[in-house]
């Protein structure tokens, strides 16, 4: 009997640790503010919004992207040079295994992608999706381009569900671009109509 409570502490004990370790595995790379400046280095203005979605843009968005939108609204934030709109960054999140990743994309005037950066990794495993090289292969791409996961944005063996997550939030803001960011910015007079 006593072996069998020692044995029940012992698991107790390994439960713990390893619950602890899962979560001390989770790593703040960038804020939103440091990310300004990464993503737009030459900009010396940034201003920061929420947009909540209506029912008729969510239903345009998983129309457009064939991906549901997972939070109520948009925080975004705009980047300007000499009071001229040189990008916008938009957070964005997605589950990896089994916790959020935080990311922001960061699009040029033209809806392209210029940059993603990875703000906040909370897993244990399938960090690679941090790596600039996987990165990258965003850079140039908009609506029109292939943005899924093995079909246009390669995977990264061991973090498939990571890249997956972070392939599908970045289609989706370029599609929000389209249909919520853009429109907002050409009615404030920010941007040309086309």
Known sequence: MKLLVN???LILTLIIVCT??????AKTYLT??????????TADKFEWKTHRYSRDEIQKIYDAS?????????WYCTAY??????????????IGKHLFIDFVIAITPDGKVKQVEILNYRESWGYEVR???????FVGKDTTSKLDHNNGITNISGATLSCRGVARGVKRICHTWGIVVRPALVAAGRLPKQ
């Open 131 to 137: 790596r600039e090289g996987w990165r990258n292969q």
């Open 32 to 41: 939103p503010t440091q990310a300004e400046k990464v993503c737009f280095p």
């Open 7 to 9: 044995k029940t502490y």
């Open 81 to 94: 040079k000499d009071n001229k709109v040189v990008g916008v960054i938009a957070f964005d999140r997605c």
């Open 20 to 25: 602890l370790n899962h979560s001390l595995e």
């Open 66 to 74: 064939g991906l549901k939108v997972i939070d109520p609204g948009l």
